[in-house]
């Protein structure tokens, strides 16, 4: 095993669940775990690796990690955070990207130029 102290950034994928079901997603080929990443599982981890800066946190939509609040509040301790979502929670849970936004350090908005039914993406900029 190399040298854990040169490993600066890690992805981490918070679960696999999704609130969307695009045609393009390989989980639709091979099934989605229903396990979800608790904080109690990954600090453990992640103290292994002292020079940790960078946390990149995906999914599935990492949103609907249940401790999603809890793990970036952790690793914003750590260095930056950057979160990967489709966002279509904003008209839902607004307030859980309110308590997500003074913690991460960017939120990559991933758009694919689609209707899904209750959301289209140029309404969140239109308001």
Do not use: A, W
């Amino acid at each position: 095993m190399g040298n854990m102290e040169n490993f600066t950034t890690v992805f981490i994928e918070s679960n696999q669940l999704c609130n969307l079901n695009c045609e393009f997603c390989f989980y639709r080929d091979y099934g989605r775990m229903k396990q979800q990443l608790s904080l109690n599982f990954l600090k453990p981890i992640i103290e292994k690796f002292s020079n940790l800066e960078k946390f990149f946190i995906t999914g599935g939509e990492c949103t609907l990690n249940e401790d999603i609040i809890h793990i970036v509040e952790y690793l914003s301790s750590k260095g930056e955070v950057y979160i990967f979502t489709n966002g279509y929670l904003l008209d839902k849970d607004f307030t859980k990207y309110i308590e997500l936004e003074s913690k991460i350090y960017k939120c990559y908005l991933t758009v694919h130029e689609c209707d899904y039914g209750r959301i289209v993406y140029r309404d969140i900029y239109d308001n």
